[in-house]
């Protein structure tokens, strides 16, 4: 059984445009990371969102944690070539057990 | 140097070598994990350890051997493995202080087993 599950798998789109990825799951987590992977490297977390409903941005990307903090949503305005890679969100609940998504590996091509 | 640091950084190794997988932290944290990435899969939560003592094992093979000998550095010893067993190991720390419990990854070991 899959706890977090991400969509889409895979995404390919032009510089320019705009893409929103989701992570869902049928859990309530204490609190939801996003990750961004490149090949050959680890993941580097992008935020951490603890409180349903909350918003998050950071420059052109945008977190929305779910009312019921079940799900997730990146929102990215405007991709850029350099926003390529594996994005993996992680549910988390007290302690430091976490749990990964499946991944949106996203190709924006210049 | 900061953050996470894992070596090696690729391993080749025979099924019947015997290899072990070192990770050094930086960051003063009081957590450290061992995930496997492997293609296709979500990451996979191998070992915990919260102030060298371990918390988790998620029924890991005892082929993988964790060792923690202070909270700074965590090893993963590596013994007749299987070709199933080649992926992405990839290390990570956390703080325990409770809101703060943010993982920092390596760069990870890419493990090939032959």
């Known amino acids: 059984t899959q706890l977090l599950e991400q969509s889409p798998q895979f995404l390919s789109i032009q510089e320019g445009e705009n893409l929103t990825v989701y992570c869902n799951s049928s859990s309530v987590f204490s609190s939801l990371q996003w990750y961004r992977q490149e090949p050959g490297e680890g993941p580097v977390l992008l935020v951490t969102v603890v409180t349903g409903g909350e918003v998050k941005k950071l420059k052109r990307l945008t977190f929305q944690f779910g009312d019921a903090r079940k799900d997730s949503s990146l929102h990215i305005t405007a991709a850029q070539p350099g926003d390529t890679g594996l994005y993996l969100c992680?549910?988390?609940?007290?302690?430091?057990?976490?749990?990964f998504g499946t991944g949106t590996s996203l190709t924006v091509i210049p | 140097e900061t953050g996470v640091t894992q070596t090696p950084r690729h391993l080749v190794m025979g099924m019947t070598n015997k290899k072990s997988l070192k990770c050094e932290q930086h960051l003063g944290h009081n957590a450290m994990y061992w995930y496997k990435q492997s293609a296709k899969k979500p990451l996979e939560l191998m070992f915990v350890y919260n102030f060298k003592e371990q918390t988790e094992n998620n029924s890991v093979p005892s082929r993988f051997s964790p060792e923690c000998p202070n909270s700074s550095h965590l090893f993963l010893h590596l013994h007749t493995l299987q070709p199933e067993d080649s992926a992405l190991y990839l290390c990570?720390?956390?703080?325990?202080?409770?809101?703060?419990?943010?993982?920092?990854f390596g760069p990870g070991t890419r493990l090939t087993v032959l």
């Open positions: 992680a549910g988390g609940y007290t302690g430091n057990q976490f749990y």
């Open positions: 990570a720390s956390s703080s325990t202080r409770p809101g703060a419990n943010e993982q920092f």
